[in-house]
């Protein structure tokens, strides 16, 4: 299982953050498992007030996530799911995605959680969506990675202050 050695984060004093949901809408089931594990886990940590964009498909993911993160958003979180068929497509949407999206967040400095699955099937997909019975809960991982980064780079003072 991918998540096996995933590290246990404990994220505190975030409640003020301004964070924003991206989420595909390709692959109906998977997204919604994939949201409702985000917005649990924003809730948990005392954010009630996300913002939540819903966007065609994966390909729309980096541009939205570069709009907001220009919008003064200090956490954007991206949501797909891309599933492989029997062309590259799989391949060039994935490795676009994957990289717009690191882009996104190197560019800005705007932690940008990545929950985008990227599998062979879509079973894999339901065990990484956090449905019931899923072996792993991807959208909740990816606010809590984005938000724990959030936290970490607001701590971090400049030289001389």
């Known amino acids: 299982m991918s998540g096996k050695g995933a590290p246990q984060l404990s994220v505190k004093n975030c409640q003020d953050l ?17 949201v409702d594990g985000a917005l649990r886990a924003l809730h948990e940590l005392g954010i009630d007030e996300p913002t939540l ?3 065609p498909g994966s390909w729309e993911l980096p541009v939205a996530a570069r709009v907001l993160a220009g919008r003064g958003y ?7 799911v891309v599933i492989r068929g029997g062309t590259p497509h799989f391949d060039y949407v994935c490795q676009g995605v994957t990289q717009g999206l690191t882009q996104v967040s190197v560019d800005t400095g705007v932690p940008v959680g990545f929950g985008v699955l990227t599998c062979d099937t879509e079973e894999q997909a339901l065990d990484r969506a ?9 959208g ?22």
């Open 18 to 34: 301004r964070v924003a949901v991206i989420a595909a809408q390709w692959h109906e089931k998977v997204m919604d498992g994939l």
């Open 53 to 55: 964009l819903r966007v």
């Open 74 to 80: 200090h956490a954007v979180v991206a949501l797909g």
């Open 130 to 138: 956090g449905l019931e019975g899923s072996a792993e809960d991807k």
């Open 140 to 161: 909740h991982e990816a606010v809590t990675a984005a938000v724990s980064t959030a936290v970490l780079l607001r701590s971090v003072t400049h030289p001389g202050q």
